[in-house]
């Protein structure tokens, strides 16, 4: 195991932002934890990447211990932060010389890591941080918290206000680094992202909702989802909650999705809405995402 | 390490040129300007003669009064109410009215009476024209006894008169008092308060986070912030000195390496100060407003435009605790009198007792707030 913590705890005050984490990372996989903003993630980052202490629990990264090894653990991860942290009136070149030279290294000895991406950024290495687009520091960032070729590698929501494109280029580039034989942990607030994983962690307010494979999970949705349309949509998510056979219903995207316990009850479904005054039904059976899957488990 | 760390604090320091113009602009400006305007002597105060007496001897003290480099005379007023007036206006700082049996008391009895008023709104400013033309009139006095005293055996005036002579700056030249002083000051800004501005900042965009998951010690990244602000300090501190000798021909009258001594221990006293604002403030703003409360309680409560000593008691207990107190001391007594090591050696044991309450307690609120 690449990461490992035990009943990991930590409070600011009176709110628990961590509540009793057990997880477990394998070396080279990439592990998303994903759960809405205020769920505890960055705290979780923070924990691992020895910046904060823990109330309670026990967590080894690398092998060492997140209290007693932090200066080990130190050299031996790289963490990128939810918001740009590199020195913005420094130059790409001078930011990536400085945090090399920080983990006594060059940046010639890791260039095979950081070649891809050092690439698109090169015709700008004179340039301040600053100036960068928002794209382009996002991938700086990368570079320099991979200059020291860690073991393990932190993405705190990397791709948060980063453009679609952008996102499913930086997920590529995941994925070659996962080939280099790094260990990835990141965070998102996206659950479409969460398929790009090997294994996930669904988390929300502070308490573990549920571990596995991203197939894990939707597979194990044995209840029935039906997605609902009718002519009165505001008035429609009222009516499904209230509905005697509705397990938990939420909106989602132009439709409404309704967890039941089993398709059988479509035909209910529908006499019952029609009593409450909607027409133009569409009522449809659909397979379940890892979206619906967080909503289900989330919302009443 | 530390050498890597160090070299990036150059870069940004020199990056944008704002340091080095600060470094060349803010000496030329506290050591050319400053201690012209901070200077408390007072020229050209508007003084009103009522001359009731309008004869040959008051004529006399008019004459003496308008002649003194003090003194602007800018009317001869017809009475006493009318100068009053011309006070409340502002057109006139004091009155010197003359009865209108002066010359005859004088010369009769040998004894003239003459009434000063003062506009003390300015209390210093008041003060110091009422010691001017005190002693105006006390000279102008002698001169009377002389010529009439031979006539007149019972003359009142003054019989003997006091010459002070004031060591170790004869002309009492403000300037020369305020430049050491002012050195200090310098240092101050450049060694304690720019230095935690620095670490803030660092805090406030957040860049801290990304150092702190590195192998840098807390311990290396705080001298790395340091150290370059003490060489500009020690760079500055040498420039000022040389400042001094080019515009008021001040060079310290003590030795030097004695002053060097006191300015490494300064600047490790009150980088210590600087330490703990950095560790309370979470944002530059906060830190700015904590730099200026103490910035003018330091510069009020040491000694720089009052002396301590003639502060209440309570203002001296704080004021013991003011590491510029002890600095702008040490810094007059070398430049002007020439004081070595030993006669200093109260003010180097508190330099150094501040320097180490400070940075035990930046070590201990550092660990604390993070």
Not at chain 2, 39 to 53: A, G, M, S, W
Not at chain 2, 217 to 231: D, H, V
């Amino acid at each position: 195991m690449m990461i490992e913590t035990e009943n990991i705890c930590k409070s600011y005050g009176k709110i628990q932002a961590v509540k009793s984490w057990s997880i477990s990372v394998k070396a080279n996989e990439i592990y998303g934890l994903i759960g809405p903003d205020g769920a505890g993630k960055t705290t979780l980052f923070r924990l691992l990447t020895t910046v904060l202490l823990p109330d309670s629990g026990k967590g080894v990264v690398a092998g060492y211990d997140i209290v007693k090894d932090f200066r080990q653990i130190r050299k031996e991860i790289g963490y990128m932060p939810g918001r740009f942290s590199l020195y913005e009136d420094l130059t790409v070149k001078e930011n990536l010389q400085f945090f090399a030279t920080v983990f006594s290294t060059t940046i010639e000895e890791n260039m095979h890591l950081i070649k891809d991406i050092y690439s698109q950024l090169e015709k700008f290495s004179s340039r301040k941080a600053g100036k960068l687009s928002g794209g382009m520091k996002q991938k700086l960032a990368l570079c320099c918290a991979l200059i020291h070729s860690p073991k393990v590698l932190f993405l705190d929501e990397p791709t948060t206000g980063v453009d679609v494109v952008s996102r499913r280029e930086f997920w590529q580039m995941l994925k070659r680094l996962k080939q280099e034989g790094i260990t990835i942990i990141v965070s998102t607030p996206y659950m479409d992202e969460a398929e790009m994983c090997d294994s996930i962690a669904l988390v929300n307010q502070g308490e573990f909702l549920r571990i596995d494979t991203p197939n894990g999970i939707v597979s194990s949705f044995d209840k029935t989802l039906f997605s609902v349309k009718s002519n009165k949509m505001h008035q429609l998510l009222n009516d499904l909650k209230q509905y005697s056979n509705a397990l938990s219903a939420f909106s989602f995207g132009e439709s409404i999705h309704l967890k039941v316990n089993s398709p059988t009850i479509k035909q209910d479904l529908s006499s019952y809405l029609s009593d409450k005054g909607h027409s133009e039904l569409e009522i449809q059976e659909i397979k379940p995402n890892i979206e619906d899957c967080f909503m289900a488990m989330t919302s009443m | 390490m530390l050498k890597h760390l160090i070299i990036k604090e150059f870069k940004q320091l020199f990056r944008g040129g704002f340091i080095p113009k600060l470094l060349i602009f803010m000496p030329i400006a506290m050591i050319g300007i400053l201690p012209f305007a901070a200077n408390q002597e007072i020229k050209h105060l508007k003084v009103t003669i009522v001359d009731n007496d309008k004869s040959s001897v008051s004529e006399k003290l008019c004459e003496k009064v308008s002649a003194s480099k003090y003194f602007t005379l800018t009317e001869v007023g017809s009475s006493h109410r009318q100068a009053i007036k011309s006070i409340e206006k502002g057109d006139v700082d004091l009155i010197v009215e003359i009865p209108d049996d002066f010359e005859k008391n004088l010369v009769k009895n040998g004894l003239g009476k003459v009434q000063i008023s003062v506009n003390s709104v300015n209390g210093m400013k008041g003060m110091l024209a009422n010691n001017y033309m005190n002693s105006i009139i006390n000279e102008y006095a002698n001169e009377m006894k002389e010529k009439y005293s031979t006539q007149q055996p019972s003359f009142h005036a003054q019989v003997f008169s006091i010459k002070p002579y004031y060591l170790f700056n004869p002309k009492l030249d403000y300037k020369i008092f305020m430049v050491p002083a002012i050195m200090v000051m310098l240092l101050t800004l450049m060694c304690g308060f720019l230095p935690a501005l620095n670490i803030v900042g660092e805090k406030e965009k957040g860049t801290i986070e990304q150092i702190n998951v590195t192998p840098v010690t807390r311990f290396a990244f705080i001298l790395s912030k340091l150290i370059p602000y003490w060489i500009i300090g020690f760079v500055l501190f040498g420039f000022s000195m040389f400042l001094a000798w080019l515009f008021y021909g001040l060079t310290p009258v003590g030795s030097v390496f004695t002053m060097f001594i006191f300015v490494i221990a300064y600047i490790i006293a009150i980088s210590g100060f600087g330490l703990v604002i950095s560790n309370y403030a979470k944002t530059m703003s906060q830190a700015m407003f904590l730099i200026f409360f103490f910035m003018l309680v330091f510069i009020l409560m040491s000694g720089l435009f009052t002396p301590v000593a003639s502060m209440p008691q309570w203002a001296q207990y704080i004021a013991a605790a003011n590491p510029l107190k002890y600095f702008i001391e040490v810094m007059r007594m070398i430049y002007l009198k020439g004081s070595g090591l030993s006669a200093l050696i109260t003010n180097l044991l508190a330099i150094i007792t501040v320097a180490i309450v400070l940075n035990t307690w930046a070590i201990i609120s550092y660990k604390k707030t993070n």
